[in-house]
């Protein structure tokens, strides 16, 4: 197959966004053209051309179309020292100004990350005390964030994970195991809202204290990134945390004069100015 031009993935993103409204045109363009090839791959298409005609012809094939571009691997309790900094330190400080938290997960991709943040809650003593946003771009992904079924082989990582975190009990309590996967104890998500939400073009449309967004952003270009982080400064109350990826960073975008780095080790920055 061949090289993918740049000029083919502008054509691209040009007539995605003209007839789907979707804007793809600020993704990463290293990042973005790999994920074309792949999908290029998957369903045998001999070119951008081919791929464009399909997307032209087939509205149903877009909504995969997103889902391969967006994917996003995840798995529970990820970087366990991050989850022991939120539980030992972020949520007290919180709670010590506040008797509920407000929280967004942004890019929740299957839900993983929710899971892990409601167990933290629960095993706190202040699950009830929270309401969670969990937005995505992709319906199908954040219907599966909603199920809360996972495949079993992936619970050997997340048990690993959970018991580098030094949880209060163990994994297994939170699932129960039925032909082959596991189904997550509905209770933990009972305040949490998943939505469909697009991070390239949508407004603030809350207030949180705590805003996650990890390993997203690593796929938007430099202008994008900075559009979205003053959108996650607005969508914070003062004082608040936002938390992103470990190859992310605050440092170089505009309001980065608007935070202080409450944690540089695990990429959690604070606001201190509206």
């Known amino acids: 197959m061949q090289e993918i031009e740049i000029a083919e993935l502008r054509k691209l993103t040009e007539v995605i966004k003209e007839k789907y409204n979707y804007d793809f045109s600020n993704y990463a363009m290293s990042s973005f053209k790999r994920r074309i090839q792949r999908i290029l791959e998957m369903y045998k298409l001999a070119s951008v051309d081919v791929l464009i005609k399909k997307l032209t012809e087939e509205p149903r094939f877009f909504k995969e179309f997103v889902s391969e571009v967006t994917v996003n691997v ?58 969670i946003v969990a937005t995505d771009i992709d319906t199908d992904i954040l219907q599966k964030a909603r199920s809360g079924v996972y495949s079993m082989k992936n619970m050997e990582l997340n048990q690993k994970n959970y018991l580098r975190f030094q949880g209060t009990t163990t994994l297994e309590k939170y699932y129960k195991e039925e032909n082959g996967k596991a189904i997550m104890d509905k209770s933990l998500v ?84 509206d």
């Open 74 to 131: 995840t798995e529970m309790f990820r970087d366990p020292s991050f989850w022991r900094e939120l539980r030992d330190h972020i949520l007290p400080n919180i709670m010590l100004n506040h008797n509920n938290i407000s929280i967004w997960h942004a890019g929740c991709s299957s839900g993983e990350e929710v899971f892990s943040m409601a167990i933290v809650l629960k095993e706190m003593g202040i699950l009830d005390k929270t309401k």
């Open 190 to 273: 009972e305040h949490v809202s998943f939505r469909e939400h697009n991070l390239v073009a949508s407004m603030a449309f809350s207030k949180f204290d705590l805003i996650l967004c990890r390993n997203v952003m690593i796929y938007f270009n430099q202008a994008l990134q900075n559009n979205v982080l003053k959108m996650f400064h607005e969508s914070l109350f003062k004082y608040g945390y936002l938390i992103v990826g470990s190859k992310e960073s605050l440092i170089w975008c505009e309001i980065a004069n608007k935070f202080i780095v409450a944690n540089n080790e695990e990429k959690i920055y604070k606001k201190i100015k």
